[in-house]
């Protein structure tokens, strides 16, 4: 819900579900979204095989997916 009112949206929970208010115009605005911490754990597992390093940007410790932790092993 939260990402849709960040683009000037509505969606309210009911009893009965959730119901998505009609807005005239979507605003276009920047989001951004953190890469994908279980996509990332594959070239991270083939760059530690090889004895490599790798960085995947904008996938930090401040990151919100408990996959993160896959980096630490």
Do not use: C, N, W
Not at 28 to 42: C, F, K, M, T
Not at 44 to 68: F, K, N, P, Y
């Amino acid at each position: 819900r939260k990402m849709v009112a960040d683009f000037g949206g509505a969606i309210e929970e009911t009893p009965r579900g959730f119901l998505v208010r009609q807005v005239a115009q979507y605003r276009r605005d920047v989001y951004r979204i953190e890469p994908d911490a279980s996509a990332a754990s594959y070239p991270l597992a083939l760059a530690a095989a090889g004895g490599h390093t790798i960085e995947v940007a904008g996938l930090g410790a401040g990151s919100l997916q408990g996959d993160r932790a896959f980096v630490e092993i």
